[in-house]
């Protein structure tokens, strides 16, 4: 019990330096853009010191018991560039680390310029190396000379000095001593912060922690481990990265797949990798649209595939006269409707799915009982056994929306012949306007899964 009131302590202080921040920056900046503002300003911290205690820890393994990269001159650092972006895939010179410069901030009159200038050369140490395509483009909405922040530079600028002393002032503590991954869970107090207004101004679809646990439980019953996984829909990667909470660190060995078409999102997502110290060599998040140009035909199959798509988006369906010969949707013999992809993705999902591996997939009710195209790529599903389980949520457990969901659980290889049902719509306890699954509810629900329990 110890740990968890440590753990519920250090997560109050986290949100409670981010509502000090929120305070600080109130009415110049709305929510959706507050929070870029404010992961941007994480981020550059935590690479910041993340660059520093890797570069200190080589230094004193070597009995140089007095170094620290923070006093170090940039000249001197320069020489160590090439073997430091090899390793940790970017490069920050002294002088323009996060504590450095926030010590000159608040006199700093050029402050919105200095920032852009670092942000610009972070993301050019990556050029020409491995990990480019993770960096480029990663600080692109943290626009410093935003009429959001302030009429004028003056204003701007002392506002960007509060938000790094905010985030400054943030108990972060080095990553490896916290019970909570503190940046991690930054982010997604933020995300559920605005999730409420997400869905309209941020046009992404954030999946509660809860719900991205219960997904990934379901996906891994009975491993240790697996290969990859993948998200066709990733949004901010909070789904993708329960794998790792839930099954540790390593036990993803090959890494962390996923594909999104909203770009603020999609820098999200890469930057969220970084916060939880996922190694730019262990994840590849794509910019596009996943059901008429999918990122990873080279990676696939997957051995977990966990998503929450956008619900009954339109898609080109059969407008594209080759999406029908695509070994994606082909099998089914018929395309999802133009006005409702749902079941594109679960197409998709299933192509790409590994002989040994697990999808589950939040679906929007509708799909379940719909006539037409839809009712024919069930038929053909169910037909070829690969729906193993589909689970009735309750209602209200997202933002935006109130409608009760389900999860389709798909398999390629089942033993048995018959599907799976668990009315879950009970399992839960009311939290504010929302209802919440608590661990009782995650466990009863995967208990039934696990035993095949017709509830």
Known sequence: ???????????????????????????????????????????????????????????????????????LSDEEAEEAREDLVKGKGFFILPSELFCNVRVNAAKDVNLNETLERIFNNIENSAKGSQSEADFTGLFDDFDVNSKKLGNTVAQRNDRLAKLLDGVAAMNLGSVKDHDIDAFGDAYEYLMTMYASNAGKSGGEFFTPADVSELLT??????KKKINKVYDPACGSGSLLLKAEKILGRDAVELGFFGQEINITTYNLCRINMFLHDIGFDKFDIACGDTLTHPAHKSDEPFELIVS????????????????????????????APKSKADLAFIMHSLAWLASNGTAAIVCFPGIMYRGGAEQKIRKYLIDNNYVDCVIQLPSNLFFGTSIATCIMVLKKNKQETGILFIDASNECVKVTNNNKLTPENLDNIVNAFDKREDK
């Open 1 to 71: 019990m110890a740990v968890d009131s440590k753990k519920e302590k250090e997560r109050e202080e986290v949100h409670r330096a981010i509502w000090a921040i929120a305070n600080e920056l109130r009415g110049a900046v709305d929510g959706w853009d507050f929070k870029n503002y404010v992961l941007g300003a994480m981020f550059y911290r935590y690479i910041s010191e993340n660059l520093t205690a890797y570069i200190n820890k080589n230094e004193h393994d070597f009995g140089n018991a007095e170094f620290n990269y923070e006093n």
């Open 217 to 222: 439980r379901l996906g891994t019953v009975g």
């Open 308 to 335: 929450n798509p956008p619900y009954s988006i339109k898609w080109a369906g059969d407008d594209d006269p080759t999406l029908i010969n695509d070994q994606r949707f082909a099998p089914a013999g018929v395309l």
